[in-house]
């Protein structure tokens, strides 16, 4: 294969105004991978999608998409590159499959509108105009105009940004059909399950910078290990079970009768725990063990909520 | 054209992938032939045109509806001779102005505001290509406009003279006019702002240049500015060919070219695509 980096980002700057949006962000995008560019409203997402899209010229660092560079050689990338914008897109008064189908015509060799349009499930809503479609529809459609052209590499914005769970799925199934035929797809989330079930690659990036990047397993294992936590009195003298725990493993009252134990929990482990319960009189309520998420490794890097 | 082939190969792609694909979305990139883009663009942009209600009634209705009131009940002094002949070329003015200037303006204004002109830009079509399709479809909804209208007016006893290829002229340098202007407002105001300015300037110019009231009526200071209008040119210079038989009428198609120039030159420099 010609380029193993399929997107290569360096130090990457974009400012608007006074505001910087993006400040020095690496990013690189295998062949046949599916990357999540994962991270809070405001974090620079689109800018650096849009920047990789060639709408944006970087203020300062490089990008390189297919090896070219994505605003002087945009005539091109163009055909080899499918975009998903965030919203919009669409002529008000265009129909749904007459949008698809014009598409599939800037193209030489689009793939089948019909069976795309069946595939999305599109198709009840075909000779729909586009302002009367649902907000699901609307992704929907977009998404299929992104790939309607056999794209080699295809970046989604937010590409289940306010999908029912059903489409949410279906199109989770179409990202990992074109992983599977070979496309290269970079999409943009602030779902922390859709970057787990769907990425092989996870780059968080919050205020302009990528904090963390790796498989999911990776940064799940990086951050601290899984946790158990439990409820009980307030004030237990926590010095017989430190002592009592392997080495690695830390105990400590979060707030007054919530109790953490965080290193790797397996049965022995558990076993301990519960058995300096017993002895200590301690009814442990609410006991759970947690797998450590992204939600937690993004918590951790930044102190803020993952939230939309 | 220029797309990668690398992974073009049918059947299955399995680069990286660890499950087995269908191939049915197989990477096979490439853009199609440039002539085919912009005809598909051009034949878009023209269904977009026709199917917008609000886009008829200004380049149909009312030019139709002030063609057939204004000829037939005597409302304003056109002067000696037909009204329909004073009319008629002045209300073909008006629907290429309707079309090239206030429906362009608007439709390209909101395609703006919707990303559709963002959208497009990361199609394989080029933009000089879209803008190409931009004005085919102008072009097109003039043909018909002006062969409904001519129609109309030829009902009602418009018996046109002169040198068809001047008036082509005229049509073409006024459609490049008012396809600057459209397109200077479209790429710099807000949509709603260009929505409310475009149908503003259309009602004042259809006023004020000559299009159902003749020149003469306002005050000469007055008349010397209206007539460096590209309205005022443009109908005043069909006037002249299509009544009065004037080979070619320079004046007005100098002041059409100046107004081209400039309004295209200056959509070209300050157009926001997004």
Not at chain 1, 172 to 200: C, N
Not at chain 1, 201 to 229: F, H, K, M, Y
Not at chain 2, 93 to 98: E, I, K
Not at chain 2, 230 to 242: C, M, Y
Request: proline letters at 5%.
């Amino acid at each position: 294969m010609r380029y193993e980096s399929v997107v290569q980002v360096r130090g990457l700057v974009k400012r608007y105004g006074s505001k910087t949006a993006v400040d020095g962000l690496d990013l690189d995008v295998r062949a046949g991978t599916v990357t999540a560019v994962l991270g809070p409203n405001g974090a620079g997402k689109t800018t650096t999608v849009e920047t990789c899209e060639g709408y944006r010229r970087p203020d300062a660092g490089t990008v390189r998409v297919l090896g070219l560079d994505p605003v002087a050689d945009a005539a091109r990338l163009r055909p080899r590159v499918g975009v998903m914008l965030q919203s919009g897109g669409v002529y008000s008064g265009a129909r749904a499959e007459e949008m698809l189908r014009h598409m599939a015509r800037l193209h030489a060799h689009p793939l089948d509108v019909d069976a795309l349009i069946e595939r999305l499930g599109l198709g009840s809503c075909g000779r729909t105009s586009y302002r009367r479609l649902s907000g699901g529809q609307q992704q929907r459609l977009a998404l299929a105009m992104a790939v309607v052209g056999r794209p080699e590499l295809v970046f989604l914005d937010e590409p289940t940004a306010g999908l029912d769970p059903q489409a949410r799925r279906a199109t989770w199934e179409l990202v990992r059909e074109l992983r599977a035929d070979g496309v290269t797809t970079v999409l943009t989330t602030h779902f922390m399950d859709e970057a787990e079930q769907l990425a092989d690659q996870v780059a968080i990036i919050d205020a302009g910078r990528v904090i963390a990047q790796g498989s999911p397993e990776e940064l799940c294992r990086g951050g601290a290990e899984n946790t158990l936590r439990f409820t009980g009195r307030p004030g237990l003298d926590l010095g017989a079970l430190l002592t009592a725990l392997p080495d690695g493993t830390a105990a400590a009252e979060l707030s007054p009768g919530v109790y953490r134990v965080s290193g790797t929990i397996d049965p022995q482990l558990l076993a301990t725990v519960t058995s300096w319960c017993a002895q200590a009189g301690v009814m442990p309520d609410a006991l759970s063990v947690e797998r450590h998420t992204l939600e937690d490794v993004f918590l951790e890097l930044t102190g803020k909520e993952l939230r939309s | 054209m220029s797309g990668g082939t690398e992974k073009a190969s049918g059947g299955t792609g399995t680069s990286g992938g660890a499950g087995t694909g269908t191939g049915a979305f197989a990477p096979r990139p490439g853009a199609a032939p440039v002539g085919r883009m912009i005809a598909a663009q051009a034949a878009l942009e023209t269904r977009m045109l026709l199917r917008n209600g609000e886009q008829l009634l200004l380049t149909v209705v009312i030019p139709t509806l002030l063609l057939v009131l204004f000829s037939t009940v005597d409302i304003v002094d056109t002067g000696s001779g037909e009204p329909v002949d004073f009319l008629a070329p002045g209300v073909l003015a008006l629907a290429v102005m309707s079309t090239a200037f206030t429906g362009q303006a608007i439709a390209t204004g909101f395609e703006r505001r919707y990303g559709v002109l963002k959208r497009l830009g990361a199609s394989p079509l080029p933009r000089w290509g879209l803008m190409t399709a931009k004005t085919l479809a102008v072009l097109v909804t003039e043909v018909l406009q002006v062969l409904l209208l001519a129609a109309i007016a030829l009902a009602l006893g418009w018996s046109p003279h002169g040198n068809p290829l001047a008036v082509l002229l005229l049509l073409g340098l006024g459609t490049a006019a008012f396809s600057g202007l459209g397109l200077l407002m479209a790429g710099t105001l807000r949509a709603e702002a260009t929505l409310a300015a475009a149908n503003l300037v259309f009602l004042l110019l259809l006023v004020g240049g000559g299009v159902i009231v003749p020149l003469e009526k306002f005050p000469g200071g007055v008349r010397a500015v209206l007539e460096l209008l590209p309205i005022s040119a443009l109908s005043d210079g069909l006037r002249e060919v299509l009544r009065q038989g004037a080979a070619l009428p320079l004046g007005a198609l100098a002041v059409l070219a100046v107004w081209a120039v400039l309004s295209l030159g200056a959509a070209a420099r300050f157009f926001r695509w997004e």
